[in-house]
């Protein structure tokens, strides 16, 4: 049996082929939109540690992949293996460009690079382990992600400051033994955890 044929007419170009060759490449092109292809491959298997797991040669604990939003990457959330204090979030009674919710790398460098002193977020960024020297102050939603996933690598009765500002009074905190989410004074000394990235 002769396969049906479709002919395509383009200005002066005609492409003829059969319709099941039509249909395979136009069903290609669709889920090819819905299901982009992965910028970075896969991380091998086994190469990811449990939940809470010190990640060896990452600098913390694994706190599970976060979905990158408006087309960046996914990525891993590490986070520092321990707390580096309690400190204010700085720069009370001043509006701040670190409004993120979900991207606690942005916020940190406007807050390091802001003229106003931002104790919680200069310490994350000086923060260093396993040789990685690209630790952040995380956002709200990043910090929550922690909560979610692994709230027993944090102190369990304590608020930790996230790098989202609420205004230019407050900014934005979770606690730990309930995972809910408040708006502290800028100037009281929170605990601070730092946060990295491991892309892939």
Known sequence: MKPEMITLKAGQ???????????????????????????????????VPALGAYWPGQGGV???????LDGARDYYLIVAAADI??????GYREESKAT?????????????????QHPAANTCAEYKADGNHDFYLPAAAELYHCWVN?????TQDRYY????????Y???SVVFDD???????KDNELRVRPVRRLFI
């Open 179 to 185: 995972g809910s989410q408040l708006s502290c004074d």
């Open 170 to 172: 407050l900014a934005f």
């Open 100 to 116: 993120s919710k979900s991207d606690g790398k942005a916020n940190t460098e406007w807050l390091c690079n802001e003229e106003t």
């Open 150 to 154: 692994c709230p027993e690598v944090f």
């Open 161 to 168: 400051w996230s790098s989202s500002q609420r205004s230019a």
């Open 62 to 68: 694994n706190a599970g992949l976060m979905r990158g």
């Open 13 to 47: 170009a005609t492409i003829k082929m059969p319709a099941t060759a039509l249909a395979q490449l136009a069903l290609a092109s669709v889920f090819g939109q819905l299901v982009p292809q992965q910028s970075a491959p896969a991380l091998p298997a086994g190469a």
């Open 85 to 90: 204090g309690d400190h204010a979030w700085g």
